[in-house]
């Protein structure tokens, strides 16, 4: 299922929503445990886990994108910026596990929009197969597919 993407006065939201049968400290350490982190998203890492603090961006070239952690509520809300834009997580108890929204506030639609959505949309189904114990799906070709889906989504958008 496609993030319910939409325009705004101040430019664009993607709100993505994900149930797990899983605790909320367990999908809140996949966000923030360094460990865990990197089993989804390689390149992402928590540098101090605080308002103000940050979250690191390994470029692959020794290079690392310093991003400040706009808001955090221990097992609850972490958001920090994006490039240009913003990414937070909202995590809920709920009977029998718990509800994450990924939120991506985007200021301007380009070319690379789709692409992070499709990323984001497969970075979440691997946190759920991590969490239950499935095969992790095959990201480059899971990614192929919701890319050329999430471009046809933006398309009309594109600044």
Request: with cysteine; aromatic share 10%.
């Amino acid at each position: 299922m496609l993030a319910n993407f939409e325009q705004t006065q101040s430019g664009y939201i993607a709100r993505f929503e994900r149930r797990f049968r899983h605790e909320a400290q367990d999908v809140w350490a996949m966000l923030t445990d360094n460990e865990k982190l990197t089993q989804w998203f390689g390149e992402l890492r928590v540098e101090e886990l605080r308002e103000g603090g940050a979250m690191l961006f390994d470029m692959g070239d020794g290079a690392f994108e310093r991003m400040t952690i706009m808001a955090m509520t221990p097992q609850a809300v972490l958001e920090y910026e994006w490039g240009e834009d913003r990414v937070r997580f909202e995590l809920e108890p709920q009977d029998e596990g718990s509800s994450l929204i990924l939120i991506e506030t985007i200021g301007t639609v380009t070319a690379h929009t789709a692409r992070d959505l499709a990323g984001w949309q497969v970075c979440l189904d691997v946190i759920a197969a991590l969490l239950d114990g499935r095969p992790i799906p095959q990201r480059k070709e899971e990614w192929a597919r919701q890319y050329a889906e999430y471009a046809k989504l933006t398309e009309s958008y594109l600044a």
